[in-house]
């Protein structure tokens, strides 16, 4: 397979889409982004990589970084985080609170923000320096030490985070959060504050294709149990209540973030991430999709 071609066939027709979706503009800094940037990187298990528009640029990787925070706190945890956090599809928005009460406090999986809060909760009572120690967790696993969070972005969504609030405390309410909800909102809104660009989250994610271990030291970031369960949430959950629709048409385990990046995992293929800031109704990135559509489609390679 000649990705580098395909890459950049797929890029020039998706580039050309105008005029569809809209930034993320309910968080003012993600507003501020241009939106016609586009860019897309693939780090292959073979060791090839290809980008092809603004692969380089670092952007807010907002929900994809649940799926980093899901892996610390899994690796603190094991089994026993699923007795805080279900993995079940919601079918509901990614900031929904309609569940929890049924659920009792108990969010149906760790990528929707009710999920995340709770591991973010999970993090804090188990790391001494946890903004600090997740930071260098992620540095350790991209082998870069450029990664930092945005202080902008994270300011910015705590100015306007009124929903999260509601949820953080509903979940405390039914004695599902340990610390106080202020402390575990400000980690929240650091984590998802983290900035990478195309190539960074393709190259970071690419353990995944290759049963958790570093494909470059063979260092084992997740066992293969463990990374089993992760791309099996990212496949029934990273988008959403459009993660049927991610499925049917792109077939690959992966997960977007308002800031309009996707991650994608082919497992002992590649990782292949995409961003574009111009966001369809469900939040996820509308190029995006539409570039992993056709990538899979024309590639002849998905799940399915």
């Keep these: ?21 809209e930034t993320a503009s309910y968080i003012p800094e993600l507003a501020k982004v241009d939106p016609s940037n586009f860019g897309v990187h693939i780090s ?19 929900s ?26 919601s079918g509901t928005a990614f900031n929904s609170l309609v569940q929890l009460e049924s659920d009792r406090g108990i969010p149906r999986n760790p990528f929707l923000n009710a999920g995340a809060i709770v591991v973010c909760d999970i993090l804090l ?62 980690f929240y809104y650091d984590v998802c ?24 030291s063979n260092k084992s970031v997740l066992n293969e149990r463990q990374s089993k369960r992760v791309n099996a949430l990212m496949q029934t959950c990273g988008f959403y209540d459009e993660s049927g ?27 292949i991430a995409v961003w574009s800031p111009q966001l369809n109704k469900k939040g996820n990135s509308y190029k995006g999709m539409k570039f992993l559509e056709e990538f899979t489609t024309r590639s002849e390679l998905s799940l399915f």
């Design 1 to 21: 397979m000649n990705f580098e071609d395909l890459i950049q066939d797929v890029y020039q027709k998706i580039e050309k889409l105008e005029g569809q979706g």
């Design 64 to 89: 994809i970084a649940k799926v980093l925070s899901l892996i610390l706190a899994y690796r603190i945890l094991d089994h026993k985080i699923w007795e805080r956090v279900g993995v079940e599809p």
């Design 245 to 271: 629709e991610f499925a049917f048409k792109v077939g690959l385990p992966g997960k977007s973030g308002v800031g309009g990046g996707i991650i994608a995992i082919h497992p002992d293929q590649y990782a």
């Design 193 to 216: 504050s983290l900035e990478m660009s195309c190539k960074d989250l393709s190259e970071l994610f690419l353990f995944l294709a290759n049963d958790g271990s570093d494909i470059k």
């Design 125 to 186: 009572s188990n790391l001494e320096h946890p903004k600090q120690e997740f930071l260098d967790f992620v540095r350790s696993i991209s082998n870069t030490t450029t990664i930092d969070y945005s202080k902008k972005i994270a300011r910015s969504e705590k100015e306007v985070g009124y929903r999260n609030v509601a949820l953080c405390n509903y979940i405390k309410s039914f004695g599902q959060i340990e610390n106080e909800p202020t402390d575990v909102l400000d």
């Design 44 to 62: 292959t298990m073979n060791g090839d990589n290809y980008g092809a528009g603004n692969y380089n640029d670092k952007f807010s990787i907002q």
